[in-house]
């Protein structure tokens, strides 16, 4: 997307397009983006995206056309805002994209009296403008603040730990001084018996306590595995558990179901190799492998997979994918998560959250010490100390269970993006996540309750969400409903879709409503703006007499405007299933097919002209443009093809090429004859030794060949253009035709050296006329567009298959825009209109060249000189 981006900004110049539909889709993703200006120092801001502004808390303020610096005052003291800004210097000295390690950049906070710490990493593409220098920076913004407190805070739990642990070894020394003084004291010992009796009735009180917590853990561990399967089976999100090596498939949700083609129980307890043999030569069984083995995640967007339906058709989809390891108290993996998202973001790093059990690890050692010392003096506690033993790993191993479950459950959350919620329906509370608060506009503490909820809904709705809701509760059935919202924060509308299930009263709980909470809007949005778009072009195209088309990503028409069935009478089945190919004139079908195809080929936009036969049985003239679509994900989706009929224009073409053709020969007679009239006077001139009538003459024939070769190039088009022009091809040495045309080019002109360089002798089989015209027009351009006194050199050598002719002046240059039309008919280069000439020459060069087989081009540099090569067959 940052390419597409970039390649965007590239061809269109930026500031003319802010307001672009498609820089928008481009620009408007989830990366947090802004684009500056290359105004050093300043750096003022030109643009940014939604998510920037979540990103910097700039939700309230308006930073567009400050300065960098004035946006973001930052510290001066701060070696981060020093990084930011020779990150920034970098890009723009380098011309290079730029990644800026992690530094610290404080902001403003809800206060703006008030800042906030923020940790940032930034990616900095420079934006080169029409001259080539830079002149725009697009920089992408990542705010990973949470991700470096969350280190910062493990880093913590580390150096706690270490410090218990030296803690602990010195209390394992006080007991073992303990231990050799109850030796000593053993009389002093059976004399606090009832001491020892106390201990034993506080043990067996702790042991009542332990139990007990053990029972609420197991039912909060119950909750949560539910929760879990719960949200598994609710998520959009296409997730399921691969367990043990074999890859036994459990709790596959509907959304994975739908992407394997298969049911719950063709699918659930069985391998998925089984289920899917044609894994067996893709690379996903090594990589789950894999995880199991170094107990490594593995995560890759934009994945080719192939899928076999139960009737054994492959299908070909895109995804982007993540197994995550699943790992038991003893560190090894027993379960894979596997998520997948069908042609969506990128699976967004999962950060595994551990919770530290040092803590309660110290407390059963401490217990499990107490024990043993209290075997070895009383024999009669010996049976409540393997009692509260076992308690006590059951403890541990329920406690193990339980930190799996929740971070399952993490994972799941933070994989879709989701806001999650847990209503008490005899209360009506809401127990509601941070992002659910934010997509409902609720504030970020406090109680929340049904009516809090329902006040956001937009009234129309309220029937539908009930009627939802007492489904579920009576059929036990999920509940998904969407509809819109009034945020109480701002005001703003947004849609939402909740997803859950209610669960049924136990003991302990009251019977609840638990699931998930996703922000649609933007695809509700995207939606209409889709349906209103298409409802415009198809009004648009219907009312227009130029024939439109719509084809898809498999080269097959989908769409064709009323204006084709004038044309060809063809109704619009006939037309979907048969097109109109078929009646395009037999001359021009191959050529069209060609370039139709070499285009889908490589995706690029392509223009054909082409003949078609009407409903009344005459070819019409049509002018094809055909550019590709892509949709917002950058995938190919096939062409639109404009037609516009140009059969007047052909007439009126060929009328104007006879005229030319009829006048240039008829000019061709009276010239003939002024030219012997014009060497007759010459040599009485020379007879009469009469220099100042020689010289004059001398000037009227060079006029009157320059006259003859501009008539003869208009003859040549216009035969061209007919049909007629014909090549004579004969071997000749093309060493010999070069020194002739040095040699005449140095009779008619004395203003420049012509510096002629043949490195081997060359035979080639050509039209030797054509070919000297070709030079000929080379050696008179550089004459015409170069300095008088400079030099112009011509080359001539071969390569394994061409020869290849150069001719290089030292002239005025010719821009890149001008280069890629130069050989156009009738084109020349806008500041040139002051030299004489039509623009016929290097288009008739250029088609001389293509009809041997050989290829003309140019190679220029404004105010340094040009070179025109041109290579024919060996």
């Known amino acids: 997307m940052l390419?597409?981006?970039?390649?965007?900004?590239?061809?269109?110049?930026?500031?003319n397009h802010l307001d672009s539909p498609l820089f928008k889709a481009l620009f408007d993703t989830n990366a947090p983006r802004i684009v500056l200006k290359a105004n050093a120092p300043d750096f003022t801001i030109l643009a940014y995206n939604e998510a920037?502004?979540?990103?910097?808390?700039?939700?309230?303020?308006?930073?567009?056309?400050?300065?960098?610096?004035?946006?973001?005052?930052?510290?001066?003291?701060?070696?981060?805002?020093?990084?930011?800004?020779?990150?920034?210097?970098?890009?723009?000295?380098?011309?290079?994209?730029?990644?800026?390690?992690?530094?610290?950049?404080?902001?403003?906070?809800?206060?703006?009296?008030?800042?906030?710490?923020?940790?940032?990493?930034?990616?900095?593409?420079?934006?080169?403008?029409n001259d080539g220098k830079t002149e725009f920076l697009l920089t992408t913004t990542h705010n990973i603040t949470a991700l470096v407190l969350r280190e910062r805070n493990f880093d913590s739990s580390v150096q706690r730990e270490e410090d218990l642990s030296r803690k602990l070894a010195d209390t394992h020394?006080?007991?073992?001084?303990?231990?050799?003084?109850?030796?000593?004291?053993?009389?002093?010992?059976?004399?606090?018996?009832?001491?020892?009796?106390?201990?034993?009735?506080?043990?067996?009180?702790?042991?009542?306590?332990?139990?007990?917590?053990?029972?609420?853990?197991?039912?909060?561990?119950?909750?949560?595995?539910?929760?879990l399967q719960s949200i598994i089976q609710t998520t959009p999100v296409a997730m399921t558990l691969l367990v043990g090596g074999s890859l036994i498939i459990e709790h596959p949700n509907p959304p994975m179901l739908n992407i394997w083609q298969r049911t719950w129980g063709e699918t659930v307890g069985k391998s998925i190799i089984d289920v899917f043999p044609e894994l067996k030569g893709q690379q996903f069984p090594?990589?789950?492998?894999?995880?199991?083995?170094?107990?490594?995640?593995?995560?890759?967007?934009?994945?080719?997979?192939?899928?076999?339906?139960?009737?054994?058709?492959?299908?070909?989809?895109?995804?982007?994918?993540?197994?995550?390891?699943?790992?038991?108290?003893?560190?090894?993996?027993?379960?894979?998560?596997?998520?997948?998202?069908?042609?969506?973001?990128?699976?967004?790093?999962?950060?595994?959250?551990?919770?530290?059990?040092?803590?309660?690890?110290?407390?059963?050692?401490?217990?499990?010490?107490s024990n043993e010392e209290l075997a070895a003096t009383n024999e009669e506690l010996a049976t409540t100390n393997e009692e509260l033993q076992e308690s006590q790993d059951s403890l541990f191993l329920k406690n193990e269970e339980l930190a799996d479950a929740e971070e399952n459950l993490g994972l799941a959350l933070e994989s879709g993006n989701l806001g999650t919620y847990s209503v008490d329906l005899v209360s009506r509370k809401f127990e509601i996540s941070n992002r659910a608060r934010e997509f409902y506009g609720l504030a970020e503490t406090g109680d929340i309750f049904w009516g809090d909820v329902?006040?956001?809904?937009?009234?129309?709705?309220?029937?539908?969400?009930?009627?939802?809701?007492?489904?579920?509760?009576i059929k036990g059935l999920p509940y998904d409903v969407q509809y819109p919202i009034i945020q109480k924060s701002n005001g703003e509308l947004r849609?939402?879709?909740?997803?859950?299930?209610?669960?049924?009263?136990?003991?302990?709980?009251?019977?609840?409503?638990?699931?998930?909470?996703?922000?649609?809007?933007?695809?509700?949005?995207?939606?209409?703006?889709?349906?209103?778009?298409?409802?415009?072009?198809?009004t648009m195209a219907e009312g227009t007499d130029v024939l439109i088309a719509v084809g898809d990503e498999t080269n097959m028409f989908t769409y064709f405007n009323d204006a084709w069935f004038k044309l060809t009478g063809r109704s619009m089945e006939n037309l979907l299933q048969l097109g109109w190919v078929d009646l395009i004139h037999p001359d021009d079908k191959e050529r069209y097919n060609s370039i139709q195809l070499n285009a889908f080929d490589q995706k690029i936009p392509f223009t054909s002209e082409f003949r078609i036969l009407n409903k009344e049985g005459e070819y019409r003239w049509l002018l094809a443009k055909s550019p590709p679509r892509f949709n917002t994900n950058g995938l190919f989706v096939g062409y639109i093809s404009t037609c516009v009929d140009i059969t007047e224009l052909k007439k009126d073409e060929q009328r104007k090429n006879d005229f030319i053709g009829m006048v240039s020969h008829e000019l061709k007679t009276p010239l003939t004859a002024i030219n012997g009239f014009v060497q007759v006077l010459q040599s009485r001139a020379r007879k009469t030794q009469d220099e100042y009538y020689g010289n004059a003459l001398g000037k009227t024939h060079n006029q009157i060949k320059k006259m003859t070769t501009m008539i003869n190039g208009f003859l040549n088009v216009s035969r061209l253009e007919s049909g007629k022009l014909s090549i004579q091809k004969i071997d000749f040495s093309l060493n010999d035709l070069l020194r002739?045309?040095?040699?005449?080019?140095?009779?008619?002109?004395?203003?420049?050296?012509?510096?002629?360089?043949?490195?081997e002798p060359i035979i080639i089989n050509a039209d030797r006329d054509k070919i000297g015209s070709v030079i000929s027009n080379l050696l008179s351009n550089a004459v015409k567009y170069s300095n008088a006194g400079t030099v112009i050199d011509i080359n001539?050598?071969?390569?394994?298959?061409?020869?290849?002719?150069?001719?290089?002046?030292?002239?005025?240059?010719?821009?890149a825009e001008d280069s890629a039309k130069l050989f156009q008919r009738y084109y020349r280069v806008g500041s040139n209109h002051t030299i004489s000439g039509f623009g016929i020459g290097l288009y008739l060069s250029a088609e001389i060249i293509e009809r041997h087989d050989g290829r003309i081009w140019v190679e220029s540099k404004e105010n340094v000189g040009s070179t025109f090569y041109f290579s024919l067959p060996l």
């Open 173 to 227: 020394e006080q007991l073992a001084a303990s231990n050799e003084e109850l030796q000593a004291s053993i009389e002093e010992l059976l004399t606090s018996n009832h001491a020892l009796s106390k201990s034993r009735h506080d043990l067996e009180s702790l042991n009542i306590q332990l139990e007990e917590r053990i029972l609420r853990r197991t039912n909060d561990l119950e909750f949560n595995r539910h929760l």
């Open 495 to 538: 849609w939402i879709r909740v997803v859950g299930k209610s669960t049924e009263n136990s003991k302990t709980k009251a019977a609840k409503f638990i699931g998930v909470i996703i922000d649609i809007t933007k695809e509700i949005d995207d939606r209409q703006k889709i349906e209103d778009s298409e409802k415009r072009f198809r």
């Open 796 to 815: 001539c050598y071969t390569d394994e298959q061409n020869a290849i002719v150069s001719v290089k002046d030292q002239g005025i240059g010719i821009s």
């Open 286 to 369: 090594k990589l789950l492998a894999n995880v199991f083995e170094t107990g490594q995640k593995i995560a890759m967007p934009e994945v080719v997979v192939d899928i076999s339906s139960k009737e054994g058709n492959i299908k070909q989809i895109y995804v982007n994918f993540s197994y995550d390891p699943i790992f038991d108290g003893k560190g090894k993996v027993v379960y894979i998560l596997a998520t997948v998202m069908d042609i969506t973001e990128s699976v967004e790093s999962r950060k595994k959250l551990e919770e530290s059990k040092v803590a309660l690890q110290f407390t059963i050692e401490e217990l499990a010490a």
């Open 52 to 129: 920037y502004k979540v990103a910097t808390n700039n939700n309230n303020r308006e930073i567009s056309g400050m300065s960098l610096w004035q946006a973001y005052p930052g510290e001066e003291s701060l070696i981060g805002k020093k990084v930011l800004a020779d990150g920034l210097m970098l890009a723009l000295e380098t011309k290079q994209a730029t990644k800026l390690p992690v530094f610290e950049y404080k902001i403003p906070d809800n206060d703006p009296t008030e800042t906030q710490e923020s940790w940032w990493q930034l990616e900095i593409m420079p934006i080169p403008g």
């Open 454 to 473: 329902v006040a956001t809904v937009v009234p129309s709705y309220l029937p539908i969400i009930e009627k939802a809701r007492n489904k579920a509760l």
């Open 3 to 15: 390419y597409s981006l970039k390649l965007f900004i590239r061809i269109i110049p930026l500031m």
């Open 740 to 759: 002739e045309m040095v040699e005449e080019s140095d009779l008619i002109q004395y203003s420049h050296s012509i510096d002629l360089s043949i490195k």
